[in-house]
């Protein structure tokens, strides 16, 4: 499985960025989608999750009510709506797949490659 993830940039507090997270390849193991974040001199962190089958979404508590996982199954693509953005929310970002949803990076199977999203204050 190939994932490509794409859409980070550069945003002023109070914008809005979606990112999406393309998956190509043997997909056809992949029931879930993740989010998840690193800033700098911080471990990853868990964002978001979707289960593609059920549509079933997970929040961290520090994006709930202000981002929104979402997905489109026929494009086997799953998007990151981000609003209400925070310099704290500066991180790059990362897609991964896996067998379900999960916030430990540790059950998910591949991962893509990144984005970077940065917010100014």
């Known amino acids: 499985v190939q994932l490509q993830a794409y859409g980070g940039g550069l945003v002023q507090a109070g914008g809005s960025l979606t990112l999406s997270c393309a998956a190509s390849?043997?997909?056809?193991?992949?029931?879930?989608m993740g989010w998840f974040r690193r800033a700098p001199e911080r471990e990853r962190e868990f964002v978001a999750a979707?289960?593609?089958?059920?549509?079933?979404?997970y929040y961290s508590e520090s994006v709930k009510g202000r981002f929104t996982i979402s997905k489109d199954n026929a494009k086997n693509t799953v998007y990151l709506q981000m609003n209400d953005l925070k310099p704290g929310d500066t991180a790059v970002y990362y897609c991964?797949?896996?067998?379900?949803?999960?916030?430990?990076?540790?059950?998910?199977?591949?991962w893509g490659q990144g984005t970077l999203v940065t917010v100014s204050s």
């Open positions: 991964a797949s896996g067998s379900d949803t999960d916030f430990r990076p540790q059950e998910y199977d591949y």
């Open positions: 390849g043997r997909t056809f193991r992949t029931y879930a």
């Open positions: 979707i289960h593609l089958t059920y549509g079933n979404s």
